[in-house]
């Protein structure tokens, strides 16, 4: 079992939708989390970032993280075609010389 | 200008060639990362370094080599490349103190082994 799953999709969605994207993990030990968007052919940029538990908003994007249920999320609001992208979870704990460990990664389309 | 640049983009080569792929930064970081990346296994770690003289293993690191030549530069090398080797190759850099938990990726180089 990996230690970060995330659903590969691919998603479509319309413009303008509400978009919702997941992963779980099981290692309670992480701690920081976050979130990389990569276009094609582009490396990963960090998208948000995250301590613990609770939720952080920048603009049209919401991340969340629950540590309880050992899932975080990544929402956007108001869609638009150039969100259109892999979405890349990762996760570290201190223990781990600050080594990311990455979900998969879910592709996402938002159609015009 | 781009902080993290890698060269080549791209390569092809052959089984049992001597590859050697490179990462320069000028985000003035210490800390300089290797990953790969394969279609539904997303990001693994094959080096790191945290500066010159520190140099570690990561998840996959077999079949690989690093030098880290200066602060601003950390080489790849596969010494005799085989086709399970074909993936994209990130180069990624972070700081110390609270931001070094966020790596800043280059754009990559596509290798392929024949």
């Known amino acids: 079992q990996k230690e970060v799953e995330q659903d590969p999709g691919p998603l479509s969605v319309p413009e303008g939708a509400i978009v919702s994207l997941n992963c779980t993990y099981s290692?309670?030990?992480?701690?920081?989390f976050m979130w990389y968007r990569q276009y094609s052919r582009k490396g990963p940029e960090l998208l948000m970032y995250t301590y613990s538990s609770g939720n952080k908003e920048d603009g049209r994007f919401t991340a969340q993280v629950d540590k309880s249920s050992k899932y975080i999320s990544l929402f956007i609001r108001d869609s638009q075609p150039s969100d259109s992208a892999t979405y890349l979870c990762?996760?570290?704990?201190?223990?781990?010389?600050?080594?990311?460990?990455f979900g998969s990664g879910t592709q996402l389309t938002v159609l015009p | 200008d781009a902080d993290v640049t890698q060269t080549p983009r791209n390569r092809i080569t052959k089984t049992g060639k001597r590859i050697m792929l490179e990462c320069s930064q000028t985000?003035?970081?210490?800390?300089m990362y290797w990953y790969r990346q394969d279609p539904g296994l997303g990001l693994r770690l094959i080096y790191y370094s945290f500066d010159v003289k520190d140099i570690n293993k990561g998840e996959i690191s077999d079949g690989y080599s690093v030098s880290r030549q200066a602060q601003a530069k950390f080489s790849l090398s596969l010494e005799s490349a085989i086709p399970n080797q074909t993936a994209l190759y990130f180069c990624?850099?972070?700081?110390?103190?609270?931001?070094?938990?966020?790596?800043?990726f280059g754009p990559g180089t596509r290798l392929t082994v024949l």
């Open positions: 990624a850099t972070s700081g110390t103190g609270s931001s070094y938990n966020e790596q800043f």
């Open positions: 290692n309670s030990a992480f701690q920081y």
């Open positions: 985000k003035g970081h210490d800390r």
């Open positions: 990762a996760m570290t704990h201190s223990g781990s010389a600050r080594q990311l460990t």
